[in-house]
């Protein structure tokens, strides 16, 4: 969007605001939407706690402010609703990481294998998939398996190497995939994090490039990192008394958090200044308000695949 000035993007939230009432709308924004977003929205979370409160809602119009596949995930769920997003186009490099086709072909190879996958996928993905999972309950989805089933998790290879180090299972073949913004992270960027912050807590998400090493550091140093969810992150920031806190994830967080914690005397900050979802910020306060206003754009999954995909949904919705 070109630049809005700050009586604009009030206006614009207003009108919002009453729209939501007049058209009895409700709407979800993940952890990294901007300020202005989750300034407007009934619920700000991380994609499972997105998917949990589109099942509970009531409201015939769920909007959702994130990327395709956290739509794709409501409209599963909410079949008879109309969900809308207000960019089509904001995608996810994660999500793109594995089509249908190669998911086929990667199964024909394990014909016996549990698939577990990640919600960053496709719902078509996803209806071939027995189970899903987020980062804040990959390690529970696992180990809800049988032992001697063999399992394809995707397509995120760090939260894959992240679930295998921790369910220590032999048995986890991972598919290469990786987020842009996370796999950028470099074990480097912790250590230099580590010895500039001695006194900070590091809060790292699964699908950064430095999750496995940070765990070995954490193990021989005995350093304050945690390995969570953006949600699990809002949590642990809420309940710590630390005061100074670095974040490795998309940048969006930091508002939260800090929304979350005022007044408390907080340090937080982002590892890095350059993770940045541009899927996640192509949702704009204009689009948003355009959305209500037109009831543009709806999201809709084929009855098929959304029925063989929603009970690899509902089955992460029950471990949590
Ligand atoms: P969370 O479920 O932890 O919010 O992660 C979603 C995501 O897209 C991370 O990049
Ligand atoms: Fe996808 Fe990465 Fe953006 Fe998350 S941060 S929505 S995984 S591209």
């Known amino acids: 969007m070109t630049q809005i000035d700050l ?12 729209l939501k009432k007049v058209k009895n709308a409700y709407i979800i924004a993940h952890n990294y939407q901007l300020p202005e977003i989750q300034d407007v929205a009934d619920y700000v979370g991380d994609s499972l706690g997105m998917a949990l409160e589109a099942k509970k809602t009531d409201y ?16 599963i769920l909410l079949p008879d609703r109309k969900v809308l997003i207000p960019d089509p186009n904001a995608g996810c490099s994660l999500a793109d990481s594995i089509t249908a086709e190669q998911l086929k072909e990667w199964k024909s ?9 990640y919600v960053n996928t496709t719902a078509e993905v996803k209806s071939l998939s027995d189970y899903c999972c987020t980062s804040s309950n990959a390690v529970k989805v696992v180990q809800s398996i049988p032992e001697d089933k063999e399992i394809l998790f995707l397509p995120d290879m760090y939260l894959g ?11 986890i073949h991972i598919w290469p995939g990786e987020c842009h913004v996370h796999a950028k992270v470099k074990p480097s960027d912790i250590v230099k994090a580590i010895k500039e912050n001695p006194d900070a807590d590091f809060l790292v998400h699964p699908e950064c490039g430095c999750t496995t090493s940070c765990m070995y550091m954490r193990e021989k140093q005995k350093i304050d990192l945690h390995i969570l969810s953006t949600g699990g992150m809002v949590k ?15 940048i969006g967080i930091i508002y939260r958090l800090k929304k979350e914690t005022k007044g408390e005397g907080k340090e937080i900050r982002p590892l890095r200044e350059d993770m940045i979802c541009e899927y996640m910020k192509m949702i704009t306060i204009d689009k948003l308000l355009r959305t209500l206003e037109e009831e543009i754009y709806e999201v809709k999954v084929p009855p098929e695949i959304a029925e063989r995909a929603r009970l690899a949904v509902e089955r992460m919705l029950q471990i949590v």
């Not at 190879?109 to 996958?117: C, E, L, Q, T």
């Not at 190497?161 to 048995?171: A, D, I, S």
Request: contains cysteine; proline residues 3%; hydrophobic residues 40%.
């Open 236 to 250: 642990h920031i809420k309940e710590s008394d630390k005061k100074k806190f670095i974040v490795a994830t998309e």
């Open 161 to 171: 190497m992240y679930v295998k180090e921790v369910t220590k299972r032999e048995n």
């Open 60 to 75: 015939p119009i769920v909007v959702v402010c994130g990327v395709h596949f956290m739509a794709e995930t409501a409209a």
């Open 7 to 18: 009586q604009t993007v009030k206006d614009m939230q207003k009108r919002i605001l009453e």
């Open 109 to 117: 190879k394990h014909p016996d294998a549990v698939v577990v996958s």
